[in-house]
DNA sequence: CGTTCAGTTGACTAAGGTCAATTCCCGTGG
DNA sequence: CCACGGGAATTGACCTTAGTCAACTGAACG
């Protein structure tokens, strides 16, 4: 298992392609270390890479005011990205932090869009993983919309098990749009429940 | 103004494409006329178009037991679809039905896959569609995470005017993920303050 | 003119927010 | 090894707001 091993497996799930297509995306591919509390991403910068994460995992949250909302979790073997700010050249309304000592690679934009241009594949690379990124905006939405605090905290732990056993409660709040407050009282509900 | 200018201008914003190239995506496309109250896609059907509209509007939603979400209108100018069944080939949670009485243009499934082979300036599109809709996706995340009912109600009257326009209220609420009389009383409190 | 349905209003309930106090956990330094 | 400090989590009391259910109003349509 070297450090292109994970990638590759990951991008082979959406395209197929030929070694030389692969030696020109490794190419562009820039290991990076991250402590514990580092950010790869602070709101206000223009989000330049997007990162795949072979060690640890992330939170990315922003801010309004002194308040804090969790956008979601990336962990190993997952790209990481604010793709709104990477897309749209416009800086970040995210932050994006290590929440354990973490190793990632990164891929900057402007080599992405060398790749783009260079071979077909990575276009439809490209397209493959908007839409599978779509795929999970479209659940989060839905939960947001339709499950009650109490429900969503029941359908992440059952669908994302790594964020209940990683990620201390305030986040897990946050990530539901709920206080820790709230969310230590569900917990006691259901336990009563149980 | 013919049935397709307003598409082609739509797709110029994303990509260029050469006359050969829009022939071809142009001869995949179908028009279709659509009733008001008509359904575009039902629950439970594999969504196999994604539609653009000429006139008319329609409502994205869905239903848990008698419980009834919208996730989204969309308007004249812009495409409508399942994205998730759409991609993922799965049936679809989500109905679209027609407010108006509306003219669109289908594009099958297995047709965009075609172009998406034959040119690759439409796989190019399709990225920078799929892009385009995560931008909006992850705004719609945030201000389901951050704001309050009211919150949210003020920026859909300055984002989107025609949802308070043209939309009953009920779908509005619905929308923004409260009941009717909640909305009803939120916009109470609005017009005292005001 | 009456039916229907969207919208409003009222009374009550339930649930989360807020603020403050307390307990728990864990790492650090004496 | 133990005591302490600090942040996380819990708990309590109270407040605010949305949900629920029901009644009423008003406009649209036949």
Redesign the interface.
């Known amino acids: 298992m070297d450090d292109f091993s994970a990638i590759r497996n990951f991008i082979s799930r959406f395209v197929s392609f030929s070694e030389e297509e692969w030696n020109a995306h490794q190419a562009f591919l820039s290991k990076r270390s991250i402590k514990k509390g580092g950010y790869l991403l602070r709101a206000g910068e223009v989000c330049n890479y997007v990162t795949f994460i072979n060690k640890g995992f992330f939170r990315i949250y922003?801010t309004?005011g002194d308040?804090e909302?969790t956008?979601n979790f990336a962990f190993d073997g997952n790209y990481v990205t604010d793709?709104?700010s990477f897309?749209?050249r416009l800086p970040s309304?995210d932050n994006i932090v290590a929440m354990e000592d973490a190793e990632v690679l990164n891929l900057h934009y402007d080599d992405l869009q060398k790749a783009?241009e260079q071979y077909?594949v990575w276009?439809?690379f490209?397209?493959k993983v908007?839409?599978y990124?779509?795929?999970f905006?479209?659940?989060?939405?839905?939960s947001?919309?339709?499950l009650t605090p109490e429900q969503y905290y029941i359908k992440v732990m059952k669908d994302r098990p790594k964020v209940i056993a990683n990620v201390p409660l305030k986040y897990i709040a946050s990530y539901l749009?709920v206080t820790p407050e709230a969310l230590s009282r569900i917990r006691k509900r259901m336990s009563v429940k149980a």
């Open positions: 922003h309004v308040e909302r956008a793709y709104s897309v749209s309304a783009y077909p276009q439809k490209g397209r908007a839409e990124i779509i795929l905006m479209a659940d989060r939405n839905r947001l919309l339709f749009g």
